[in-house]
């Protein structure tokens, strides 16, 4: 079964920048398509962004210019560059592997991003 494991945060000023990775253990990977999601204390999880298997890319508003979501199929690996960090990008960031075709949906166990000075 799929493991996916994200790594990369931790604490950070505003303006300040991280990258989250997300390593997975699918001998598939290139054919799903790749999300980082996040969940803030007390609010619904969110599309943060989607990378798919054809490279394409969509992002919420709220990070549009700030993060950039990439992907490397030779190493099972996405990652999220988030720059400008502001307060409110502060929560659980989550990998999510997905393909629709065969009703495939994984998750990582999240690592934490706080934003503070």
């Known amino acids: 079964q799929v493991q996916l494991v994200e790594s990369g945060g931790g604490l950070v000023q505003p303006g300040g920048s991280l990258r989250l990775s997300c390593a997975a253990s699918?001998?598939?990977?290139?054919?799903?398509?790749m999300g980082w999601y996040r969940q803030a204390p007390g609010k619904h999880r969110e599309l943060v962004a989607i990378?798919?298997?054809?490279?394409?890319?969509n992002y919420a508003d709220s990070v549009k210019g700030r993060f950039t979501i990439s992907r490397d199929n030779a190493k099972n690996t996405v990652y999220l560059q988030m720059n400008s960090l502001k307060p409110e990008d502060t929560a659980v960031y989550y990998c999510n592997m997905k393909r629709t075709i065969s009703r495939e949906d994984y998750w990582g166990q999240g690592t934490q991003v706080t934003v503070s000075s």
């Open positions: 990378i798919t298997r054809y490279f394409s890319t």
């Open positions: 699918s001998s598939i990977f290139s054919i799903y398509d």
